[in-house]
């Protein structure tokens, strides 16, 4: 074999990226160490791996079926290290996790301690995020997001799938809601998750199905703030179970409308890409998070 195994990283981090710098910069190498990598690469291998213009790298035939092919290599490579690893029972090494603002804060946060101490030689590297995240580019080994992605070339693990309930201030109920009823619910809706501001939110109750007409109300992309604002008396508003039992139990919230259901529920997923075989550390930290999220639903 001419070539270099030990180039394979950078070969796919200049087509993950499509460019020398993103590669460099995800690789904390200096660029001219990449394209000398990367020439030496596709001379070895006699054949250009990437058509090459002013802004990106695109793959060409011959560096599709070898990006392919290095994928399974250094995930065979990445699985031989894991094993060995796991014989001395010490898993270790840097663990790059994407979290959801209000699943971070509310849920995962105040737990991180512990994982620590459980796991002490893995380094936890976590990025909170309200938005999507893609993991090559950000060069994750774990997401977990809000709903479940489109994207077929994603290895997704459903979390928490957490039923939405119309909650109330306990004052607010008492003194204000006389029906429970949609046409009275929809009188004390004031705030919404940005998600489920839609012209036609669908509900059902004992009569059958309805549509509630909610693209006028105010919105909040962070269901956290929202449940504040729910507790300071702003009216009715659907949260995630999840995030409300605490409040429930104290007092601080009170459930409504519980004839009115969505059908839609709160789906967090663990995503790790496809072509990569999971890591230990990553599989140790989903299990603490199921158990974090089975402890808080009970």
């Known amino acids: 074999m001419k070539w270099n195994i030990d180039d394979l990283p950078v070969f796919i981090a200049v087509a993950e990226m499509r460019g020398i710098t993103g590669a460099a910069k995800r690789l904390n190498m200096p660029k001219s160490t990449v394209s000398r990598t990367l020439s030496r690469l596709e001379n070895d291998l006699e054949v250009r791996l990437f ?28 699985a031989t290290d894991e094993a060995v690893a796991g014989l ?18 509310d849920v995962i946060g105040g737990h991180l301690l512990a994982f620590n101490e459980q796991y002490p030689d893995i380094r936890l590297q976590i990025m909170v995020t309200p938005h999507s995240v893609n993991l090559m580019r950000e060069d994750l080994d774990l997401a977990f997001v809000v709903g479940l992605p489109e994207n077929s070339e994603i290895v997704a693990k ?36 940005r998600r489920y501001q839609v012209a036609d939110f669908q509900v059902r109750d004992d009569t059958g199905r309805h549509a509630i007409d909610m693209s006028h109300l105010m919105t909040v992309n962070d269901p956290l703030i929202l449940r504040q604002i729910i507790i300071d008396g702003g009216g009715v508003a659907l949260l995630p179970q999840l995030y409300c039992q605490k409040e429930l ?25 496809s072509l990569r075989l999971q890591p230990q550390k990553a599989r140790l930290f989903i299990e603490f998070v199921e158990e974090i999220v089975q402890q808080r639903i009970k």
């Open 51 to 78: 058509n090459r213009n002013t802004r990106e790298f695109h793959l060409t035939a011959e560096g599709v079926v070898l990006f392919n092919h290095a994928q399974v290599v250094l995930d065979h490579v990445k």
């Open 88 to 105: 001395r029972h010490t898993p270790s090494g840097a663990l790059k996790v994407s979290l959801p603002m209000a699943f971070s804060r």
């Open 158 to 193: 459903k979390i928490l799938d957490s039923p939405l309930i119309w909650v109330a201030n306990a004052d607010y109920a008492d003194k204000r809601i006389r029906h429970e009823t949609i046409e009275d619910l929809q009188t004390h809706l004031i705030y919404c998750e």
């Open 249 to 273: 139990e104290a007092g601080q919230l009170r459930r409504v409308y519980h004839n009115i259901m969505s059908d839609e529920t709160a789906q967090i997923y663990a995503l790790m890409p």
